[in-house]
């Protein structure tokens, strides 16, 4: 994901939301920062946080320290990732987008902007990063041709994994099961129902994995058994 076709120093907006994975849009935030002449590390007005869910006190938190002082002259950037958001925080937040300070810029990073209120989306300038599935086709094609035992194996990463990964194994999941979904099209043929109803489960994992806090393991455990083999 590369950011500077997007994001001018010249004219830098107060808020943006990015849209795209977590991993590749913090790294091409970073680099924009750097390409800026911000730099990223020891410096008291660069803010990052990640979260699972942007909480009420995460954003007034966020209001609270964009009222502070920072160096004379200097920016003060937020870079703010989230998987969810809950309405009560939009609200809080969406005080802050409207009484912005000066040489105070937000970057929102989120897999959708479509989990943002339309009220608070309207503060923010969109920007829609490119979504990297590279890890996942190959690994979505070797899934459907693998037995039941491979198949668990293959995804143990993402259905063991520790609490402080579970943000991430839950975006690994989610991008997988996206990659599911157009090798599973193409098979789709008349003398081939079992397809369908694959795709009908993979549909409903994708959705689920878009929500607050979905059953990683259950999920994907499900795909496993009902997935045609070979398809």
């Known amino acids: 994901m590369d950011l500077r076709p997007h994001i001018a120093l010249s004219s830098l907006s107060h808020a943006y939301v990015i849209e795209g994975a977590r991993a590749s849009g913090l790294s091409a935030l970073r680099d924009l920062m750097e390409s800026f002449g911000i730099a990223i590390k020891a410096n008291p007005d660069y803010h990052e946080y990640q979260y699972e869910t942007l909480l009420i006190e995460h954003a007034r938190e966020l209001r609270r320290e964009q009222g502070m002082r920072g160096a004379e002259g200097a920016k003060k950037i937020f870079v703010v990732a989230f998987n969810a958001i809950h309405h009560e925080s939009q609200n809080a937040l969406l005080k802050t987008l409207e009484e912005p300070t000066d040489n105070t810029h937000f970057f929102f990073l989120v897999r959708t902007s479509e989990i943002l209120l339309p009220t608070v989306r309207s503060r ?108």
């Not at 690994?172 to 003398?191: D, H, M, S």
């Open 124 to 231: 923010m300038q969109v920007v829609r990063g490119e979504e990297s599935k590279g890890d996942a086709l190959p690994l979505a094609a070797e899934f459907l041709k693998s037995s039941i035992s491979a198949r668990m194996k293959m995804i143990e990463p993402m259905t063991k994994a520790k609490t402080d990964d579970k943000p991430r194994a839950k975006e690994e999941a989610r991008l997988f099961v996206e990659a599911l979904e157009p090798l599973l099209y193409e098979k789709i043929t008349q003398e081939e129902p079992r397809i369908t109803r694959a795709l009908e489960d993979v549909l409903i994992a994708k959705r689920e994995l878009s929500g607050r806090s979905p059953s990683v393991k259950l999920l994907l455990e499900h795909l496993v058994l009902t997935v045609p083999r070979g398809s």
